[in-house]
């Protein structure tokens, strides 16, 4: 069974940084890519970043140069550092299991605000 945990979300001011963790279990970790999406109150889930099995990585247009993602398959874990937080960042991050699979996270929430 897939499980994947979040943590690391917190209250953080503008300008700062946060860096999420997700724990993997139940599946093969370093043989899938794994995601990470966004929710906003009154919006919808949205992607924000992604890393393959061999590392590639790519990003959702208003966190690149920002965001980065990386995966420890020692630790089945894979990270989002996220710097220069903006109040639009604010969301609860959720990691999912590739890019179209029903394996999400519970999330864990990300507050921007001075």
């Known amino acids: 069974q897939v499980h994947l945990v979040e943590s690391g979300g917190g209250l953080v001011q503008p300008g700062g940084s946060l860096r999420l963790s997700c724990a993997a279990s139940?599946?093969?970790?370093?043989?899938?890519?794994m995601t990470w999406y966004r929710q906003a109150p009154g919006k919808e889930r949205e992607f924000v970043a992604g890393?393959?099995?061999?590392?590639?990585?790519h990003y959702a247009d208003a966190v690149k140069g920002r965001f980065t993602i990386s995966r420890d398959n020692a630790k089945n874990t894979v990270y989002l550092q996220m710097n220069n937080l903006k109040s639009e960042d604010t969301a609860v991050y959720y990691c999912?299991?590739?890019?179209?699979?029903?394996?999400w996270g519970q999330g864990t929430q990300v507050t921007v605000s001075s």
């Open positions: 890393i393959s099995t061999g590392s590639l990585r």
């Open positions: 139940g599946f093969t970790f370093s043989g899938n890519a």
């Open positions: 999912r299991r590739s890019y179209a699979t029903p394996d």
